[in-house]
Every structure is written in structure tokens, then in C-alpha cells.
């Protein structure tokens, strides 16, 4: 599946922004997807997944309670609301795609990426 993401950009902190992967190419709705984010020097690092469905989803500890995931299988997109945005949420945001059912946390866990979209926090 080919993923292309949307929507980021320079904000300050406490504001919001609305990342948004649009997919292509395969069934969309067989896909558990996920988000992930590198910042500069360090690891790519899990963000967030959701299932299928939309009724399980994960999300690392760091922006737990701020950033929920979801999707809309009729427009093959998921999304990522970002809020109460801090400095640290810099970074290169990726989507990411695999068949099946479990909500995985590693970059291996994932077959298909997108090319990213800057996110920029300021202070």
C-alpha cells in the first residue's frame, strides 16, 4: 500500500495540528496503521496504531491522553490530532501499514511507510 502524509507544519506550544496518511493501492480497511515520529539524532520512535476497525488502538506513553488515532475506511486515511503540543513532539512524523491484527510497537512490525511531514513545536 502506498502512504502519503499530510498536515504538518510550525506551531507553538499548547496549539494543535491534524496529521492525516492517505493510502492507496490495496484494501485499506485489511491494514492495522500506525504513526511514528524521529526526531533529530535520535531513533524512530512508536507513536500510536490502531486496528482495523478502529475499536483497538495503542499509543506510547508520551502522548498518551494527547494525541488520539483514528481512521476512516471509506476515505482509506488515518489520522493523528495532535494537542497540548510541546517542544519535544519535534520531529519527522511517518505513517506506516502491515496485514494483520496485531497493534505493533517496532518499526519491523511495519511493511509499508510514507515519506514523512515535519512537525515543528516551538516554545
Known amino acids: 500500500v502506498q502512504l502519503v502524509e499530510s498536515g504538518g507544519g510550525s506551531v507553538q506550544a499548547g496549539g494543535s495540528l491534524r496529521l492525516a496518511c492517505a493510502a492507496s493501492g490495496r484494501t485499506f480497511s485489511n491494514y492495522v496503521m500506525a504513526w511514528f515520529r524521529q526526531a533529530p539524532g535520535k531513533e524512530r520512535e512508536f507513536v500510536a496504531a490502531i486496528s482495523w476497525s478502529g475499536t483497538r488502538k495503542s499509543y506510547a506513553d508520551s502522548v498518551k491522553g494527547r494525541f488520539p488515532i483514528s481512521r476512516d475506511n471509506a476515505k482509506n486515511t488515518v489520522y493523528l490530532q495532535m494537542n497540548s503540543l510541546k517542544p519535544e513532539d519535534t520531529a519527522v512524523y511517518y505513517c506506516?501499514?502491515?496485514?494483520?491484527?496485531?497493534?505493533?510497537?517496532?518499526?519491523?512490525?511495519?511493511?509499508?511507510w510514507g515519506q514523512g511531514t515535519q512537525v515543528t513545536v516551538s516554545s
Open positions: 506506516a501499514a502491515r496485514v494483520g491484527n496485531a497493534l505493533g510497537v517496532r518499526q519491523s512490525d511495519y511493511d509499508d
